[in-house]
């Protein structure tokens, strides 16, 4: 929990400071914008990483091995999938992402009245 507390507010700090660099003040708008940004692409990483381990592509990779076996200089068995190279798992990102969307939209509600 502190680990993710920790995060949340290292991304706040972060969309703050592009804010900042972005135009000479911060206003709600140039924050809402930032946070729209990095929640964005957390969500966009975790979700890569969930369907990655999730094992989708691991027979894509193994069709496609067997295809171009002649260009191959590794045998089969020495590499690994996917699914297996990814040690990490994506709920951290995920949650982290939507954490930093639902600030976002609590700004856009206060922005829009």
């Not at 804010?19 to 890569?48: E, K, P, Q």
């Not at 069709?63 to 590794?74: G, I, P, Q």
Request: proline share 2%; charged share 15%.
């Amino acid at each position: 929990m502190k680990k993710l507390f920790f995060s949340i507010v290292i991304i706040q700090v972060l969309i703050l400071i592009t804010a900042f660099f972005r135009t000479d003040h911060v206003t709600l708008l140039s924050y809402i914008n930032n946070s729209f940004v990095y929640g964005g692409i957390l969500l966009f990483l975790g979700s890569w990483v969930f369907v990655v381990r999730t094992g989708v592509f691991d027979i894509f990779t193994i069709s496609m091995r067997k295809a171009f076996k002649l260009k191959s200089t590794l045998e089969d068995d020495e590499m690994r999938p996917p699914s297996e190279v990814i040690a990490f798992s994506s709920s951290y990102l995920l949650l982290t992402g939507t954490i930093t969307l639902l600030i976002m939209m609590v700004c856009l509600v206060i922005y829009s009245l």
